[in-house]
Nanobody, 127 residues
Framework: QVQLVESGGGLVQAGGSLRLSCAAS????????VGWFRQAPGKDRDFVAG????????YYSDSVKGRFTISRDNAKNTVYLQMNSLKPEDTGVYYC????????????????????WGQGTQVTVSS
């Protein structure tokens, strides 16, 4: 059974940092591209960052580029999202998602492209 579990969310002041983790089980992790998405109250779930199965290819939304870094440790079956210079508009529930891929270098940015989702972790940035 495939399972993705997020952790690391919390309350932080604007300008602060958080590191989210997404721990995976039940799948050959290095064959799965992973993405981070976030959802603010009353809004759609938006793409934040994506990483290929090998970890060699990454992509970010314009709103987080230069502030967030996605990485993965396939030996630990874990993907990370380092979030720096946080802003109140970064507030939301952050979800990680996984999709099996034959390409070790491809990332995915659409919610419909992902097969598995975690339960989410809340990030709140106060002004």
């Amino acid at each position: 059974q495939v399972q993705l579990v997020e952790s690391g969310g919390g309350l932080v002041q604007a300008g602060g940092s958080l590191r989210l983790s997404c721990a995976a089980s039940g799948l050959p992790f290095n064959r799965y591209a992973v993405g981070w998405f976030r959802q603010a109250p009353g809004k759609d779930r938006d793409f934040v960052a994506g990483i290929s199965g090998s970890g060699g290819s990454t992509y970010y939304s314009d709103s987080v580029k230069g502030r967030f870094t996605i990485s993965r440790d396939n030996a630990k079956n874990t993907v990370y999202l380092q979030m720096n210079s946080l802003k109140p508009e970064d507030t939301g529930v952050y979800y990680c998602a996984g999709v099996w891929t034959t390409s070790g270098s491809r990332w995915y940015a659409l919610t419909d492209e992902y097969s598995y989702w975690g339960q989410g972790t809340q990030v709140t940035v106060s002004s």
